[in-house]
């Protein structure tokens, strides 16, 4: 897990015709140290409406550190992050993360059942106006493949790739317009990676400004799901 | 009331301190290894007692309310210090919480007590108003300790719950709040049951005593019934405010969990 990298960021291929639009998301200048060691600084990233960005790098490199500051649930230490042209500081945290969703590799789910674990952002503040969509859920589901029994499972059951499915369908629910995926498939079988990816190109298809960012291990799975690539990688 | 009363002198104490000598008999018999320190526990238990009782003697002379208020300020730290020493993990500023709850709520509630209901004069009578306090810090430290345990356990534990909540939209509070009422419930879970089957499991030890000195079982049941009351209230608002002081500290403004905040201690005191 530790390797003690110098980390630069670099863009490998840039895509000149998004650059025009007002980016859904920007990062700054941002820096990030664990005491002395710096994961990474001045790093720059902006996310296109429509686009799907992957960060690569090697374990260590502070991939998930820096899905984590983006969504704003680690203390910035310097740089910017603007949303939908507004910095973050204008914005209230609930909101902008209702906006901006974070799925960590290994999701945590509350006690009980599926449907409850489904629902519960939905009783946050910030979705008071809106209902749970269960008929969306079935749909997605199915798309899935698993049935309506699925919903009454406990999630202390479920297997690691069945919690991520949960996770990844809940935050899909909640209709972010930036989703940050941390190996969003890291432990399911190859027909459940082909139905979560399917799911993400028809959330991200559904409107015209989102955008998401990726990391993977999986290089094919990488280039298969992203229009740029931005790397973490030591300068040598 | 003092009529009935029993002084025991030094001669009593001793045939007394043979039943203690009777089981470290028994212990080095049998080779138990608890001749030792149940020795040494006896002998700190009588030179503590006998030296508070000297001390106590020179509190209840006092006839100003400073020197008071001033042993009660020491009672109330060495209690909120105590309460934080019992826990396995601590954060930056935990022993000010405790301290800044502790005072808040033993203070406040054995005041009430003293001025408002039992109307002692004057207000600060130390008879009344140390060993209320006493009592009042002694079940207050047990639920500081405990929900400020168990809630530092569960932001530990549970991290990945909590930020998944707040990645998904939750407010700090929203994401806080199971944790924040299992640490109260479990820091009030004493209390309720001492309450639950006080007098038909357990006799407390005040009320037990005030017989003793031969005061009638109804008017000392009466007094064990406001000083639970007292105890109650006080272990509640203490625990609420340390947990929310606690929540302060773990969760930021920008509702961020601040996991790195928190410490473990190797080794558990008590």
Known sequence: MHSPLRSTNEAIKENPDRSTAQPVLQARGLRFAIDERVLWHDLELSLAPGERVAIAGPSGSGKTLLLRTLAALEPMQSGEIFFQGRPLVEWSMPVYRAHVVYLPQRPALPEGKVEAALRAPFHFQVRRQRNFPLEQARELLQMLGRDEAFLQQSTDRLSGG??????????????????????????????AVAAIEKLIANWLQEKPDRACVWTSHDRQQLERNSDRVVSLAPSA | MNDQYINLDNWQLGVAALLILLNVAISLWLRLGLARSLLVASVRMAVQLLLVGFILEWVFALTTPLPVIGI???????????????????????????????????????????????????????????????????????????????????????????????????????????????????????????????????????????????????????????????????????????????FRTLFNRQDQLCVSRLQTIERSQG
Do not use: C, K
């Open chain 1, 162 to 191: 069945e919690s991520q499915i949960v996770a990844m369908l809940r935050a899909l629910l909640t209709a972010p317009d930036v989703l940050l995926l941390d190996e969003p498939t890291a432990s399911l079988d190859a027909e």
């Open chain 2, 72 to 246: 009660g300020l020491v009672m109330t730290a060495l209690a909120s210090f105590s309460a934080v020493r019992r826990t396995r993990r601590r954060f930056p500023g935990v022993y000010w919480n405790s301290l800044l709850s502790t005072l808040g709520a033993a203070f406040l509630v054995t005041g009430a007590a003293l001025s408002g209901i039992i109307n002692v004069h004057p207000w600060f009578a130390p008879q009344y108003a140390i060993p209320l306090l006493g009592m009042v810090l002694g079940n207050l430290l047990t639920g500081v300790s405990l929900s400020l345990d168990r809630f530092m356990h569960g932001v530990a534990r549970e991290s990945g719950l909590i930020e998944s909540d707040l990645a998904l939209g939750a407010t700090r509070w929203e994401a806080a709040r199971p944790l924040i009422g299992e640490a109260l419930r479990t820091g009030m879970i004493p209390t309720i049951n001492a309450m639950m089957v006080m007098g038909v499991v357990s006799l407390p030890g005040m009320m037990t005593g005030q017989m003793l000195a031969g005061a009638a079982p109804a008017a000392a049941v009466r007094y064990q019934i406001v000083i639970m009351f007292m105890i109650a209230s006080a272990t509640a608002l203490g625990t609420l405010a340390v947990i929310l002081l606690a």
